[in-house]
């Protein structure tokens, strides 16, 4: 670790990170099907690590969702967390949510009747100091690992086409 972050280009102090718990099936993919993850975690910030000091400051502690379906209401363990990404400027933070988690209804119930408004992973975008937090996607399907590109513009992986896996070739069931 030490070795790791003495690295010169490595010239930053702090980082974001979201703490999260299993899946129904324990496998990779599973981790994006938001009514399949179990409820918990969080977004955070950690600084001081390099220094050996590190502080955890929960990123959504005082966060209240300013528009969309989940308007008024904070992003709790209640739901769960999938994989943030910093702009380029390190102001803005994009981050899937599930609220809804912990179905286990098995194949092909689950592909059926498990994608919900509240068992989908949405698309959310805030501030690095927790300010300005607002949905960007929601529907009945998984919206997740989002990236920012040079131009501000964001794109990320979506199952809208209908296809459990994004390995999965075929054609797409019908709902």
Avoid at 56 to 67: G, P, R, T, Y
Avoid at 100 to 116: C, H, I, Q, Y
Avoid at 125 to 148: E, I, M, T, W
């Amino acid at each position: 670790r030490d070795l790791c972050l003495s690295n010169p280009l490595l010239d930053f102090d702090e980082m974001i990170f979201v703490t999260k718990h299993g899946n129904i099936e324990g496998v990779l993919q599973c981790w994006n099907y938001g009514y399949g993850v179990d409820r918990g975690g969080g977004l955070f910030k950690v600084s001081g690590f390099k220094q050996g000091r590190p502080h955890i400051e929960n990123v959504l502690e005082n966060s209240v969702v300013k528009n969309g379906r989940l308007q008024g209401t904070q992003l709790s363990a209640r739901g769960a967390f999938n994989i943030p990404t910093l702009d380029y400027d390190g102001e803005t933070i994009v981050f899937s949510y599930v609220e809804k988690t912990g179905l286990r209804l098995s194949w092909p119930r689950d592909v059926l009747e498990a994608f919900t408004e509240q068992t989908c992973f949405h698309l959310f975008k805030v501030k690095a100091d927790g300010s300005g937090l607002v949905q960007l996607s929601d529907g009945r399907r998984n919206d997740y690992h989002p990236c920012f590109l040079p131009s501000g513009r964001i794109v990320f992986v979506s199952d809208r086409r209908n296809i459990m896996d994004r390995c999965q070739g075929g054609r797409p069931f019908k709902e």
